[in-house]
């Protein structure tokens, strides 16, 4: 079932979606060589329990962090760890809170000093791919035209989509119906509705779209070795169009931005 908000349950999420986006704005000066993805998911804790909320992430399904932290050729899910960070990795951080009974989810994949070329264009398609797509919300739209969106124009510029791992709504679940895919043909699945909350997410790699998933049961790496980044906002369908409660630069503006 799709559960449709009220204005006073989007306020609700408005608040645990721009904490999530701020705590990852304060990660990112930690994100340096020599840093371990364990000591800022320490810090991300911190945030988040000091804001008067729960990491979304701890416990659900027995995963053991606040952040899900993503090397390179990690797609999603990595497991924080005693690892150092090196120059030229590109490291994405997936994050949810639980604040006033509702959730926010985001992601963002930062540079670890200066990365090669390629990478900072996947990056860049990416983030422009997670825009594309959330250009594509709109009341009377289906769900499958947010990740026609996302593909066209990721395949567009040669990379490929990951089709394992989905978007979602979001609510006072963290997840809920619909699932959000990034790829497929437009014109299908439920309408968008004006008061649906999505979690709109590309997992976009340099190589193939094939994943597998380590031993650890958690982290998924892309079969072909090839660099992976993912981006994340929670998106409402407004009657003006899409509401992006994750960006922090226009909190309260019912418009595209990404």
Known sequence: MIVCKSPAELERMLASSQLVAQVLEALRPLVVPGATTAEIDREAERLVRAA?????????????????????????????????????????LDMGVKLNGY????????????????????????????????????????????????????????????????????????HE???????????????LAEGMTLAIEPMVNVGKPAVKVLADGWTAVTVDGSLSAHFEHTVAVTADGPWILTDISKPSLHRASA
């Open 177 to 191: 119906e619909p699932q959000v895919p990034n790829y497929g043909p437009p014109g299908r699945g439920p309408r």
């Open 52 to 92: 008067g909320a729960l990491p979304a992430f701890k416990g659900y399904r027995g995963y053991p962090a606040t952040v899900c932290a993503s090397t390179n050729d990690a797609v999603i899910h990595g497991i924080p760890s005693s690892r150092k960070l090196r120059e030229g990795d590109i490291l994405s």
């Open 103 to 174: 959730y926010g989810d985001s992601a963002v994949t930062i540079p670890v000093g200066r990365i090669e070329p390629e990478a900072e264009r996947l990056l860049k398609v990416t983030q422009e791919a997670l825009a594309a797509g959330i250009a594509a919300v709109r009341v009377g739209a289906r769900v499958s035209d947010i990740g026609h969106a996302v593909q066209k124009f990721v395949e567009a510029h040669g990379y490929s989509v990951v089709r394992e791992f989905v978007g979602h709504g979001i609510g006072a679940q963290l």
